[in-house]
């Protein structure tokens, strides 16, 4: 019996070492699993509230100085631009960004000066289109859009604009406003005033009109009234185109800067009135043009007055163009150091308003003379 005692002893020692630390062992898992749940549930608990937070709370943008974005923008033909490189350090999960407020329009008023009187020159009428009075629908709508507009309108139009003063009213009225606005007066170029006689008092109206603009280029008017205005040294030295809608008879006057003188009525000898002109028109008796014997003895008695003579311009009508708008010219005779001699065939509808107004946008008489001249 000794032997088994002895033998249950060394059994049971072993294990009296073991089984307390198998408690301990198993204390400390038990621990260990206590900690791990209850980090993850406050883990859990945290990430929650984080969301709520997000939810409620808009996430904060970075805002980027403008001097930052002079700074680093780079136009559009060198390198990356700022928006290049901001997109470079944003994370690829982001929100979207808000968009950035349009930049003004930009107005007429902030373009300069010469800027924008080359875009109000496209508003002046043309009248050799024959758009009728809604031509001047444009122009007139921005007269009344600011001062400012309206004098730049008028800077920009009137000098391609064909003013007719038809009536005594109409001749009182501009009168009345060129004293209140002086400086327009210099701005008109083409003007056409009448046709007939006027009264003392519409005459003193006309020669303060021709006065008061000192630029002008054409003048087309009655010889009465034209005696008158080179009496009184109205017509201006810039004034070197007239067309004569009638001839007065017993009229004495000089205007000697005139280089241009178209003659409605008929050729005659106008040495003394106008000693320097350079270029005749008139009006010929029948289309076959330097053929017809009428037209040769004008044009020869023309020719031995007048030697500065430098062209000789023959209007003819054609009743076959009746409804057409075109100009046609062509050189019918031309003679060694003589007046060249140029026929000018027109539509039968072509009025003196039509001739004088297409003279005003570079496409009359004296235009297509010069250019086959220098063909």
Request: aromatic share 10%; with cysteine.
């Amino acid at each position: 019996m000794g032997w088994i005692a002895h033998a249950l002893d060394e059994f049971w020692a072993p294990l009296s070492l073991i089984f307390p630390l198998s408690f301990v062992v198993t204390a400390l898992l038990g621990q260990w699993s206590f900690k791990t749940q209850s980090d993850h549930d406050a883990g859990a608990s945290h990430a929650s509230c984080s969301q709520d937070c997000c939810e409620s709370t808009p996430p904060r943008e970075f805002t980027r100085d403008p001097k930052d974005e002079d700074m680093f923008l780079g136009d559009e033909n060198h390198g990356l631009g700022y928006d290049d490189l901001w997109d470079k350090g944003v994370p690829e999960q982001q929100q979207p960004s808000t968009p950035r407020p349009m930049k003004q329009q930009l107005s007429i008023m902030d373009l300069p000066l010469e800027l924008r009187i080359s875009i109000l020159e496209q508003c002046a009428p043309i009248p050799s289109e024959r758009i009728g009075a809604n031509s001047m629908d444009t122009f007139r709508t921005l007269l009344r859009v600011s001062k400012t507009i309206q004098y730049e309108s008028y800077k920009a139009c009137l000098p391609h604009i064909p003013l007719a003063l038809w009536t005594k009213k109409s001749i009182r009225s501009f009168r009345d406003f060129l004293s209140r606005r002086g400086e327009i007066g210099c701005l008109v170029r083409h003007l056409w005033i009448g046709t007939g006689k006027y009264d003392d008092e519409e005459l003193s109206w006309a020669v303060d009109i021709l006065k008061a603009t000192g630029q002008l280029r054409s003048l087309a008017c009655g010889e009465y009234f034209l005696s008158k205005a080179a009496d009184a040294k109205a017509l201006a030295e810039t004034c070197q185109t007239i067309t004569l809608m009638n001839v007065e008879r017993g009229v004495f006057y000089q205007a000697k800067d005139v280089k241009r003188l178209r003659l409605c009525a008929g050729a005659y000898s106008t040495k003394e009135k106008f000693p320097n002109v350079t270029s005749l028109c008139f009006n010929a008796r029948r289309l076959n043009g330097a053929r017809d014997v009428r037209v040769k003895e004008e044009y020869e008695m023309v020719d031995r007055w007048l030697g500065s003579l430098k062209s000789f311009v023959l209007i003819e009508r054609d009743m076959k163009r009746a409804s057409d708008r075109g100009l046609g010219a062509r050189p019918m005779v031309k003679r060694t150091g003589k007046a060249d001699m140029f026929s000018l065939v027109l539509p039968e509808r072509w009025t003196e308003w039509d001739i004088w107004s297409a003279d005003v946008v570079a496409a009359g008489i004296w235009d297509l003379c010069d250019m086959v001249t220098v063909g």
